[in-house]
T-cell receptor, first 113, second 113 residues
Framework: DAGVIQSPRHEVTEMGQEVTLRCKPI?????LFWYRQTMMRGLELLIY????????DSGMPEDRFSAKMPNASFSTLKIQPSEPRDSAVYFC???????????FGPGTRLLVL | DQQVKQNSPSLSVQEGRISILNCDYT??????FLWYKKYPAEGPTFLIS?????DKNEDGRFTVFLNKSAKHLSLHIVPSQPGDSAVYFC????????????FGTGTRLKVLA
């Protein structure tokens, strides 16, 4: 059974450009999470969706970040405009239900020059 | 301010010996703790958990110890194997029924053959 799928795996872009990260959760999971990993802060929860509805976006750093989940099998995290300090690994995770074990995708390594 | 701290960024251990990974937390409301393991180019995977009503939880070669008064937990791996080489994250939440975990910055374990 396929796990959480993320694309692209690597992204290099220039400051000011729009970046879109994509995630396909495990089929049947109704909760989806976006995390950002940095050396200084570890894994930080950015946003949590339950049944495609954003429940908690308190971790989204600023208005440049937005996330959508148009259906149960797809989510995007968009950064516009991107800045060098956004460089990090972005993980998507899903779980059967909110409090359940979270299954992480392989991550997208983003470098903003 | 980091509420969950893993003060050792890296650790090297000889195969067959014990690996001890440490994690400290500052929030006395944290009630439930997890360890995740992460291999390069993969997402974190759940390893073991412990509730604050226990001070020890064991799963095969992995044991997590919790010292609530010291706000400290540790993961013991005995015996360590080269396949255990990975980054280990501890995470904490105020409620096992929540989706929201605070992660540490991780400790990179290298088990030497």
């Amino acid at each position: 059974d396929a796990g959480v799928i993320q694309s692209p795996r690597h992204e290099v872009t220039e400051m000011g450009q729009e970046v879109t990260l994509r995630c396909k959760p495990i089929s049947g999971h109704n909760s989806l999470f976006w995390y950002r990993q940095t050396m200084m802060r570890g894994l930080e929860l950015l946003i949590y969706f339950n049944n495609n509805v954003p429940i908690d976006d308190s971790g989204m750093p600023e208005d440049r970040f937005s996330a959508k989940m148009p259906n149960a099998s797809f989510s995007t995290l968009k950064i516009q405009p991107s800045e060098p300090r956004d460089s990090a690994v972005y993980f998507c995770a899903s779980s059967l239900k909110g409090p359940g074990t979270q299954y992480f995708g392989p991550g997208t390594r983003l470098l903003v020059l | 301010d980091q509420q969950v701290k893993q003060n050792s960024p890296s650790l090297s251990v000889q195969e067959g010996r014990i690996s001890i990974l440490n994690c400290d937390y500052t929030n006395s409301m944290f009630d439930y703790f997890l360890w995740y393991k992460k291999y390069p180019a993969e997402g974190p995977t759940f390893l073991i958990s412990i509730s604050s009503i226990k001070d020890k939880n064991e799963d095969g070669r992995f044991t997590v110890f919790l010292n609530k008064s010291a706000k400290h937990l540790s993961l013991h791996i005995v015996p360590s194997q080269p396949g255990d080489s990975a980054v280990y994250f501890c995470a904490a939440s105020e409620d096992p029924g929540t989706y929201k975990y605070i992660f540490g910055t991780g400790t990179r374990l290298k088990v030497l053959a």
